[in-house]
């Protein structure tokens, strides 16, 4: 089964008088579809973008892994734990929440920032928060996530190239820029796909593009 999600069809969020614009591809804080919670491990895909000085002030997590991707701009992140890191294009930030952990999110750079977070349920709750940045993550080297059963792959590709979407119980792709191409679908940034009990998917670019996919062990 293969099921197509439009970006303009996701719910808008956040606060525009705040500079916090916010797409949710599933039913998050204040809009709610009891058809529409999860897939998979995942919970939330939102398509953040931060005005310069606007953020997410002081708030908390729980049992709860939460993937951050850069798109533009800096993300300046800080955590319960005493973590302080400032988050660029090409790293990937991974927060566990674990048993409960307070963070903040701000944009505190001079230009709009541009993220997608994505949250996943863990396999087992509890545990002690823990905090990973990987720069500069490599087409090449997925970045595993255990505590949800689940990898996640980047894919950069240029004209025409193709690249094969995993065989896995449950796969979901976001485009994060550039237009592919899955079988008949064509996907455009903020497109999402979710797969299921599918095998031999390709993604083939139509110019160059950005892809996030989710291999998802149930």
């Given at each position: 089964m293969i099921s197509v999600h439009r970006a303009e069809d996701r719910f808008l969020?956040?606060?525009?008088?705040?500079?916090?614009?916010?797409?949710?591809a599933f039913s998050f804080g204040s809009f709610y579809d009891p058809d529409n919670l999860?897939?998979?491990?995942?919970?939330?895909?939102?398509a953040e973008r931060l005005a310069p000085g606007a953020g997410f002030e002081e708030h908390p997590h729980s049992?709860?892994?939460?993937?951050t991707w850069v798109v533009e701009g800096e993300l300046t992140h800080r955590d319960s734990t005493g973590h302080a890191t400032v988050v660029r294009p090409g790293d990937l930030q991974h927060l566990s929440a674990a048993s409960g952990v307070r963070h903040v999110e701000r944009n505190d750079g001079d230009d709009p920032l541009t993220f997608v977070q994505m949250w996943l349920a863990p396999l087992e709750p509890g545990g002690e928060p823990?905090?990973?940045?990987?720069?500069?993550v490599a087409d090449s080297t997925p970045y595993a996530l255990p505590a949800a059963g689940a990898m996640l792959h980047v894919r950069r590709l240029g004209a025409g190239e193709r690249a094969a979407v995993p065989?896995?119980?449950?796969?979901?792709?976001?485009?994060?820029a550039g237009g592919v191409r899955i079988g008949d679908e064509e996907?455009?940034?903020?497109?999402?796909?979710?797969?299921?009990?599918?095998?031999g998917l390709e993604l083939v670019a139509a110019g160059t593009a950005e892809v996030l996919i989710w291999e998802?062990?149930?």
């Open positions: 969020g956040g606060d525009q008088d705040a500079g916090i614009l916010s797409r949710h999860r897939f998979g491990a995942i919970l939330a895909c939102n049992h709860t892994e939460i993937v823990s905090y990973t940045i990987v720069p500069g065989n896995a119980a449950r796969v979901y792709v976001h485009v994060v996907l455009e940034p903020g497109d999402s796909v979710r797969i299921t009990g599918e095998e998802l062990s149930a």
